[in-house]
């Protein structure tokens, strides 16, 4: 697909249209999608993505492990928190209930032993609840 329509795609699921955000470095594959990537002085953040999560989450991975950086991120706009952090391999090992009444996850990768954690960071206008996700490299 080309990088149009890989936007078009991502446009018919995520909670808001794509905006290419300057801040972020865009890569794309017209086999695996697109993702946005930037850093601070200690993490590698996923921005915008559509296409194969997994393989990008990878990638993302090995650029922090290359840099030393201690920490990946990005966001979950999608349903289903729960479903995507199995998806990604990783296991609930506590559930902290929040304030709010919402929840955040500490999870362990069943591969790899490394800690993830999955905390609600905001609210679109439409609702849908938005997850910064955390993982060790």
Partial sequence: MTLQEWIEKYNKKAPEPFKRNERFDLFFLPDKGFCEVGMTDD?????????????????????????????????CVRKGILAYIRLFGYKITHTEDLPDGLKRYHAIHKDTGKEGLVSPAFRFEGGEQAYFITWQP
Avoid at 49 to 69: E, H
């Fill in 43 to 75: 993490m590698v953040i996923i921005y915008q993505l559509c296409g194969d999560a997994r393989f990008w989450r990878d990638k993302v991975s090995d650029m922090a492990r290359k840099i030393g950086a201690k920490m990946c991120g990005t966001w």
